[in-house]
Nanobody, 120 residues
Framework: QVQLVESGGGLVQAGGSLILSCAAS??????????MLWYRQAPGKQRELVAT???????NYAESVKGRFTISRDNVKMTMSLQMNGLKPEDTAVYSC????????????WGQGTLVTVSS
């Protein structure tokens, strides 16, 4: 069973940067049919969709991160990244990635999450 593995989380001061990565543990057939997403969940809050990169390589962002975060994907390597600049304490959360097949949404993979902590 393929799983997604996130990396790159950690502790950073406000205004700093981090790059999160999400990699598939094995091969995903038809990866070019998948949309890829980053979610985050802060303590005591609901999960929030942060950024999406579609199978057509179109990026969309939550208003709260627009202009600060950049999402990208590499179908050959089956990876996705999230460049986070200008981090704020309110960005503190567990960040998780999700790949889902736009032609068959039952084909969906999730990572365990990586913690990002932004100190003020």
């Amino acid at each position: 069973q393929v799983q997604l593995v996130e990396s790159g989380g950690g502790l950073v001061q406000a205004g700093g940067s981090l790059i999160l990565s999400c990699a598939a543990s094995g091969s995903i057939s038809g990866i070019n049919q998948y949309d890829m997403l980053w979610y985050r969940q802060a303590p005591g809050k609901q999960r929030e969709l942060v950024a999406t990169i579609t199978k057509d390589n179109i990026a969309n962002y939550a208003e709260s991160v627009k202009g600060r975060f950049t999402i990208s994907r590499d179908n050959v390597k089956m990876t996705m990244s999230l460049q986070m600049n200008g981090l704020k304490p309110e960005d503190t959360a567990v960040y998780s990635c999700n790949f889902y097949n736009t032609f068959n949404t039952r084909l969906s993979y999730w990572g365990q999450g990586t913690l990002v902590t932004v100190s003020s």
